[in-house]
């Protein structure tokens, strides 16, 4: 089974449309996170929820909204796509302890490209 | 704000060379750092972490030390494969934060 899915894998659609990327984790973990890759392969944090309640945002452009129906789903929805959203996007998921930093697991990711 | 700093790749290797892959790292606290590879067209995949100073973190022949002193926690193998070919990120999480920062990553390439 896997731990932390993503659906779907591939993603290509054209500038201004809207979309939404699933993620699922069945390791029942209580945290969530979204991360960015760009081209060059940096990886930065966008979104975080723990026990489906925001706990981080990283400036992230108001059209990118995150949706936690339940604590073992975080999905994404992308308003008025743009060239510049095309990137790979991973979902991870963790425990959370207090003070402690539990290792996150990471989603296969989605390859978005906007054209 | 906390920050992980990597070598450049890509890093070119023969079979069974030795490999160092650099890291340092600048954050307030006590982090954990971790390791993580990216083979090819997939997800990132936990490879070794370490939680407190002195920790070593070791996986699939790969080690790495958590040195306080030095802000460090360079990526070690002894013997490469072809199969060890991938980007391998350098990663911290703070005290109090759950967020992981990153390096920007360094490609290995080895050839048999």
């Known amino acids: 089974d896997t731990a932390v899915s993503q659906t779907p894998k591939y993603l290509v659609t054209q500038m201004g449309n809207d979309k939404s990327i699933k993620c699922e984790q069945n390791?029942?973990?209580?945290?969530m996170y979204w991360y960015k890759q760009d081209s060059k392969k940096f990886l930065k944090i966008m979104f975080s929820y723990n026990n489906k309640e925001l706990i981080i945002n990283e400036t992230v452009p108001n059209r990118f909204s995150p949706k936690s129906p339940d604590k073992a789903h975080l999905n994404l929805h992308i308003n008025s796509l743009e060239l510049g959203d095309s990137a790979v996007y991973f979902c991870?998921?963790?425990?959370?302890?207090?003070?402690?930093?539990?290792?996150?697991?990471f989603g296969p990711g989605t390859r978005l490209l906007v054209l | 704000g906390d920050s992980v700093t990597q070598m450049e790749g890509p890093v070119t290797l023969s079979e069974e060379a030795f490999l160092t892959i650099n890291c340092t790292y600048t954050?307030?606290?006590?982090?954990?750092l971790f390791w993580y590879v990216q083979y090819p067209g997939e997800g990132l995949q936990l490879l070794l972490k370490a939680t407190k100073a002195d920790d070593k973190g070791s996986n699939k022949g790969f080690e790495a030390t958590y040195r306080k002193e030095t802000t460090s926690f360079h990526l070690e193998k002894g013997s490469v494969q072809v199969s060890d070919s991938a980007v391998y990120f350098c990663?911290?999480?703070?005290?109090?934060?759950?967020?992981?920062?990153f390096g920007t990553g360094t490609r290995l390439l080895v050839s048999p």
């Open positions: 990663a911290l999480v703070n005290t109090g934060f759950q967020k992981l920062v």
């Open positions: 390791l029942g973990h209580d945290t």
């Open positions: 991870a998921s963790s425990q959370e302890s207090r003070g402690v930093q539990e290792t996150q697991y």
């Open positions: 954050a307030t606290g006590y982090p954990s």
